[in-house]
C-alpha cells in the first residue's frame, strides 16, 4: 500500500502521520510518501518572497514528519511541492505517485475556525483519485 500524507508540521498532520504509519505497519509492504507545498503565486509583487517563507515552512514540516516516521520506525519519502493551491498540490502528487490512499489532519496550520474540517482538507476528499481518511487531532 502506498500512503500519502500532506504535512504542514501542525498537530493535525502529525497525528496523520502517526495514523499512517500504524496503518503501513499493519499491511507490509507499504510505504508512507509526505507531502508539503508551497504556495507559488507570481503574479503577486511579493509573490517570490511569500514563496521562500512557504517553502522554509514546508521544509521544516517534512522534517516533523520525517522525525515523526522514524519515531515509528517507517522511513518516508518526501516531496516539496510547488503550486498555486496546497490541495490542488496534494492531488495532483496523487495522482502522479499512484498512491492507494492519503491520510490527511481533518486541520491544518489554519485551523482558528470551529468548523469540521479545513478547507484543504475538503478539497482533498472531494477531487483526490483514491480514498481518503481524515484524522482528528484530540481537543484538551
Known amino acids: 500500500m502506498k500512503i500519502l500524507v500532506p504535512v504542514d508540521g ?3 498532520s502529525l497525528k496523520a502521520v502517526d495514523n499512517a504509519c500504524v496503518m503501513a505497519k499493519s499491511n507490509p509492504p507499504s510505504t508512507i510518501v509526505l ?9 503577486l509583487d511579493e509573490g517570490r518572497y511569500i514563496y521562500e517563507k512557504m517553502k522554509v515552512q514546508a521544509e521544516s514540516a517534512l522534517k516533523k514528519g520525517k522525525d515523526v516516521a522514524q519515531a515509528k520506525g517507517i522511513t518516508p519519502e518526501m516531496i516539496l511541492a510547488t503550486g498555486p493551491s496546497a490541495a490542488d498540490e496534494i492531488v495532483s502528487v496523487a495522482k502522479k505517485e499512484k498512491v492507494d490512499m492519503i ?5 491544518g496550520l489554519g485551523a482558528k475556525t470551529g468548523s469540521f474540517m479545513g478547507s484543504t482538507a475538503s478539497k482533498v476528499v472531494t477531487y483526490s483519485p483514491c480514498s481518503v481518511l481524515v484524522v482528528k487531532q484530540q481537543e484538551d
Open 103 to 107: 491520510v490527511v489532519g481533518s486541520r
Open 35 to 43: 507531502v508539503a507545498a508551497a504556495v507559488e503565486i507570481p503574479e
Open 10 to 12: 501542525s498537530a493535525y
